[in-house]
């Protein structure tokens, strides 16, 4: 099949967005789809695992970034602020709600597009940065199911990253 055209990537519900095909094959799983149909005929590529809302965005980014490629993120992380570490459009893209930002990281997994799956991981590792263990388990609403002695083994048995 060749780079011009479209195709359609049809989300959970059904819902069908016509994508420019080169925008579509940043997706490592599309393109492998696209690739191994030999008939030229494929007209719509089924992605059950995304959402309509979701699939929206994954293709808001691929399209941005065709046009303006992310910087590499560096690693470790230099500053927990997102617009520090990649340019301001891809900072402001993963300003969403957890549960947004959880569901472009499954995407990203699924479709197999690596710059979206870097961004979306570094900006749940930016809201982890600095922080202490209660800290991060109110971010993310983690209850503690330790015991307070539990809690003192686990604590004496990691003392060694606490020095670093």
């Known amino acids: 099949m060749s780079e011009e055209g479209t195709i359609n990537l049809m989300s959970k519900e059904g819902d069908a967005f016509p994508v420019p095909i ?3 094959k940043m997706s490592e799983l599309v393109k492998q789809m696209i690739d191994e149909d030999t008939d030229d005929d494929l007209a719509e590529i089924p992605l059950p695992n995304v959402k309509a809302s979701i699939l929206q965005k ?3 980014f691929c399209t941005h970034y065709k046009e303006e490629p992310m910087t590499e993120i560096e690693k470790p992380l230099k500053s927990s602020v997102m617009a520090e ?10 300003n969403v709600e957890q549960p947004v930002l959880f569901e472009l990281i499954l995407a990203a ?4 597009i690596k710059p979206l799956l870097d961004l979306t991981c570094a ?3 930016s809201m982890i940065k600095g922080k202490t263990p209660e800290e991060i388990r109110r971010t993310f609403n983690i209850t503690n199911d330790f015991s307070p002695e539990e809690e003192a083994q686990v604590r004496e048995e990691n003392k060694w990253c606490e020095e670093a």
């Open 22 to 24: 080169e925008v579509a």
């Open 85 to 94: 570490v990649v340019q301001k459009w891809f900072a402001e893209f993963v």
């Open 58 to 60: 994954v293709i808001e």
């Open 123 to 125: 900006t749940v590792a």
């Open 109 to 112: 997994n699924y479709m197999d």
